[in-house]
């Protein structure tokens, strides 16, 4: 695929790892109990689906601030996430190396996140 067809959210690294974090969340969680169905599990996909989603619409926007409010929402969401990957944890719904394997790839994309919005604030204040 060449890069002028990539979509512009597409080339930002938060987006990147949280893609990878909804579709293992997404994985993992069709082994919940059923009865979590409208419980934990469709709150923690939605919750990690928010993070990428949020990135996507505000990178649609047409200003920064906009955009900053959105990569704030999509923070708010991975929050979220950790306390639903801990809950899920200690109801023994995840197995300890899916909780890390989470984790670890919910921890990046917040990492990846932070620098991105430290970026564009950082670029708005030249």
């Known amino acids: 695929m060449e890069t002028?067809?990539?979509k512009p959210y597409k080339k930002i690294l938060a987006w990147q790892k949280g893609y990878q974090f909804v579709l293992e969340v997404y994985k993992i969680t069709e082994n919940f109990p059923r009865e979590e169905m409208y419980g934990i599990t469709s709150q923690i996909r939605r919750a990690a689906v928010s993070v990428t989603a949020n990135i996507v619409e505000g990178r649609a926007k047409k200003s920064e601030n906009d955009f900053l409010r959105y990569l704030n929402i999509a923070k708010g969401s991975l929050w979220e996430c950790e306390f639903f990957l801990e809950l899920a944890k200690d109801?023994?719904?995840?197995k300890q190396n899916e909780f890390e394997k989470l984790n670890e790839l919910r921890a990046?994309?917040?990492?990846f996140l932070y620098k991105f919005t430290k970026s564009i604030i950082e670029d708005n204040q030249k």
Not at 91 to 94: A, D, N
Not at 108 to 111: D, H, L, N, P, S
């Open 108 to 111: 990046k994309t917040a990492f």
């Open 91 to 94: 109801l023994k719904y995840l």
């Open 4 to 6: 002028e067809n990539i």
